[in-house]
Nanobody, 124 residues
Framework: QVQLVESGGGLVQAGDSLRLSCAAS????????MGWFRQAPGKEREYVAS????????YYTDSVKGRFAISRDNAKNTVYLQMNSLKPEDTAAYYC?????????????????WGQGTQVTVSS
């Protein structure tokens, strides 16, 4: 089992930045690909970004490329999502997830463990 706890969400204005963190415990963190997903009210959960086990490869959905950056610190068992130039359409609950597949996996079913989410609200 892997336990994931997200933090860092909040209420910001358009154009601001936030950094989300996801702390992992349980099994060996570096064995897992890590991903970030988000879910807006009334919408399905969608893929945002993912990172390889060693951190050298990253993959993003088109809508966040150039604005968001995923990173990880295996010594701290933590994955991060740096979000810059935030837009109102980025408003959602953000979830981190751990999976055993490829760093480019964007489907929910590819991830085995999920956090409880942290809310990000961007006002215009």
């Amino acid at each position: 089992q892997v336990q994931l706890v997200e933090s860092g969400g909040g209420l910001v204005q358009a154009g601001d930045s936030l950094r989300l963190s996801c702390a992992a415990s349980g099994r060996t963190f570096s064995n897992y690909v890590m991903g970030w997903f988000r879910q807006a009210p009334g919408k399905e959960r969608e893929y945002v970004a993912s990172i390889s086990r060693g951190g050298g490869r990253r993959y993003y959905t088109d809508s966040v490329k150039g604005r968001f950056a995923i990173s990880r610190d295996n010594a701290k068992n933590t994955v991060y999502l740096q979000m810059n130039s935030l837009k109102p359409e980025d408003t959602a609950a953000y979830y981190c997830a751990a999976g055993s597949g490829s760093y480019s996996d964007s489907e929910l079913k590819a991830y085995d463990y999920w956090g409880q989410g942290t809310q990000v609200t961007v006002s215009s």
